[in-house]
């Protein structure tokens, strides 16, 4: 193989590698392992983008940062992003179909996935919200 040719081969075997490299990198960030922590609603904040609960139970999977952490009892802030992507927005399952922030009523238990706030490393953010309704709760259209 000439020599120039073997240059072209080489710089597009570094390009791709390069390119498959920092994808897995960003890829691997943005799909951080969540925490789920189980909650009682207390409200959302739709001019602040943030939801408050009270915490039942502090998390299950992930390792939050130490001045991320739950403590059972306490009150808690999330920031949220209600609209857009689904890819970018907090997502919220009632029984398994799409919700609201605004449809989940104060005193219900939720189940909260969170990860550290990309855009402020001091907060969380709620990835996923998911409000299960009782049998009782199912039969009627209270929400």
Excluded: C
Aim: charged letters at 25%; a positive charge.
């Amino acid at each position: 193989m000439r020599s120039w040719a073997r240059q072209i081969v080489v710089g597009v075997a570094v390009t791709a590698f390069v390119f498959l490299a920092v994808g897995a990198t960003t890829a691997t960030a943005a799909k951080s392992k969540s925490t789920q922590t189980e909650a009682t609603w207390i409200s959302f904040d739709a001019e602040n983008n943030t939801v408050k609960v009270k915490v039942k139970k502090p998390g299950v999977g992930a390792k939050p940062p130490k001045h991320l952490k739950l403590k059972r009892g306490k009150e808690a802030e999330f920031n949220v992003i209600p609209t857009g992507s689904i890819l970018k927005r907090t997502s919220v399952a009632i029984n398994g179909r799409k919700g609201s922030l605004t449809d989940i009523p104060a005193g219900k238990t939720v189940n909260i996935y969170w990860v550290p706030d990309p855009k402020d490393d001091k907060a969380r953010f709620a990835r996923k919200i998911d409000l299960f309704k009782t049998a009782e709760e199912q039969g009627t259209d209270a929400y």
